[in-house]
Every structure is written in structure tokens, then in C-alpha cells.
């Protein structure tokens, strides 16, 4: 008669099922894949900042001026063009109104992003308080 042989530590009373999977390679390769992402995106080296007003809400401003940008870089105040200079003469005299205009702001898709920022940059200067960007939909599909 055979007799049975038993292990010390009970190993032939304990059995394994086969659909147990070691997840601790699979969790260290993705902290590996996190690093490596976090080290390839790019640091912020420079920014534009813009003072956007704070809305309070049900407000409605029937005075409002466009500044627009074309293609070729002019630019326009309420459909007239002007020059840098006015522009700022312009900006000046609607900030110092007692009750601020609407300010809006429409580049055209294919304006320069460089006079877009320094326009940018003028209009903060000009201490407008009521600003918005106009006509964001045309840069929706940008690149195609």
C-alpha cells in the first residue's frame, strides 16, 4: 500500500489556480511609461498673460467695439482701419468712458499671431475692462 508523503509547509494541500496572474511587472512598466511621459512634455518657458474681466452675470452692454486684425495684419477699429497709434488714441478714450464699452477682439484666421499679442498686449495696456474674443469658431480646424 502506498503511503502518502507529506510535506512540512503543506504545499500539497495548497493548490494554485491557473488564472492567477502576477500584475506587479504590468504596474511597474506602466510607472516606468509615466515617468518617461512626464519627462518628454515640454516646460513653459513663456507666457502671455491677459487680464479677462470678471463677468457679472445679466448685464447687457449695448455700446461695443471691434478691433479686428486681417490677413495682411491691418487693423481695423469698428470696420474702419486705423493705425497702431489710433488704435491706442482709440482704446484710451473708450476706457476712460464712465460706463466701459464692450471690447471685442477678432483676428482673422490667418492674422499673425505675433500682431495678434502685441494687439493683445495694447488693449491690456489701454485699461479695458470689458473684453471678448470673437470668431473662435474659423480656428476650429486648425491644420487642415
Do not use: C
Not at 36 to 46: D, K, R, V, Y
Not at 99 to 119: G, K
Amino acid at each position: 500500500m502506498p503511503s502518502k508523503v507529506r510535506h512540512p509547509d503543506g504545499f500539497a494541500s495548497r493548490k494554485r489556480s491557473m488564472g492567477e496572474m502576477n500584475v506587479t511587472p504590468f504596474i511597474d512598466v506602466l510607472l516606468v511609461l509615466l515617468i518617461m511621459l512626464m519627462l518628454a512634455i515640454p516646460i513653459q518657458t513663456n507666457t502671455t498673460e491677459v487680464d479677462l474681466p470678471s463677468t457679472r452675470g445679466g448685464e447687457a452692454n449695448a455700446v461695443s467695439n471691434t478691433v479686428f486684425i486681417d490677413e495682411a495684419d491691418r487693423l481695423y477699429w469698428n470696420g474702419a482701419p486705423v493705425s497702431r497709434s489710433e488704435l491706442r488714441a482709440n482704446l484710451e478714450a473708450a476706457s476712460a468712458m464712465p460706463e466701459n464699452p464692450l471690447l471685442r477682439f477678432e483676428p482673422a484666421a490667418l492674422a499673425s499671431y505675433d500682431q495678434s499679442a502685441r494687439t493683445i498686449a495694447l488693449i491690456k495696456d489701454s485699461g479695458a475692462e470689458k473684453f471678448a474674443f470673437v470668431g473662435n469658431h474659423q480656428h476650429g480646424d486648425f491644420g487642415r
